[in-house]
């Protein structure tokens, strides 16, 4: 039978090759951004955050890139290894405390 | 390990019954959070508790509820469980002042 579930967009590099994961946000009064990473039967774990004031924040072979214009974040993701392969979510805040909202994800595999 | 325990880890019931799922948040944090996390609609944030007080409210059924103790674990309620109510249950804790949120192993509930 047809299964019916959330159609992850997906992402196939090759090791070694750099990965773009790219998210589109709905609020434009949100004014910080996380991207996390969720391994198969585990919790989401933090990677890198940034502030609407910033185009641009690096981290340990991971950055951010936020285009506040068209809403747009992306996670650029340096020399793409194994263990980089996971579903990653960029979350919003709106400004309204500590909630945050999940995009959909992206599910990374990575061909060794 | 984030250092946020959540029980039990699997959780299987019939409709109708009523469950309990429970949340430790890392020391020291005072803030917990709760999402739901379904194949159809992803991570949803349902509720967060400040120090045993409500904060904020999601996407949270009338048939769910949640309390945060003095010791600052926290419990969130299922009742009149239906079979889309199946889901992975994600609890997550921040310390003061920190948008960053450390995400719980999940506890997968299945109802038949």
């Known amino acids: 039978g047809e299964s019916v579930g959330l159609h992850l967009p997906t992402l196939s590099v090759q090791e070694g090759d750099n990965s773009i994961i790219n998210c589109a946000y709905s609020n434009s009064a949100s004014d910080y951004f996380i991207w996390y990473k969720q391994e198969s039967g585990k919790g989401p774990q933090f990677i890198i955050d940034?502030?609407?004031?910033?185009d641009k924040r690096q981290g340990q072979r991971v950055t951010v890139l936020l285009n506040k214009t068209v809403k747009h974040l992306s996670l650029q993701i340096a020399a793409t290894q194994p263990g980089d392969s996971a579903v990653y979510f960029c979350?919003?805040?709106?400004?309204?405390?500590?909630?945050?909202?999940f995009g959909t994800g992206t599910s990374l595999t990575v061909i060794p | 390990d984030s250092g946020v325990t959540q029980t039990p880890k699997h959780l299987i019931t019939a409709t109708g019954q009523r469950v309990t799922l429970r949340c430790s948040p890392r020391s020291g944090d005072l803030s917990v959070y709760w999402y739901q996390q379904s194949l159809d609609q992803g991570l949803q944030f349902l509720i967060q508790?400040?120090?045993?007080?409500?904060?904020a409210k999601g996407n949270i059924l009338e048939r769910f509820s949640a309390q945060q103790f003095p010791d600052l674990h926290s419990e969130l309620n299922l009742s009149s469980l239906e079979l889309g109510d199946s889901a992975l249950y994600f609890c997550?804790?921040?310390?003061?002042?920190?948008?960053?949120?450390?995400f719980g192993p999940g506890t997968r509930l299945t109802v038949l």
């Open positions: 508790y400040y120090n045993g007080e409500e904060r």
């Open positions: 979350a919003e805040n709106q400004n309204t405390g500590n909630q945050f909202y």
């Open positions: 940034i502030r609407s004031n910033m």
């Open positions: 997550a804790s921040s310390t003061s002042g920190s948008y960053e949120q450390f």
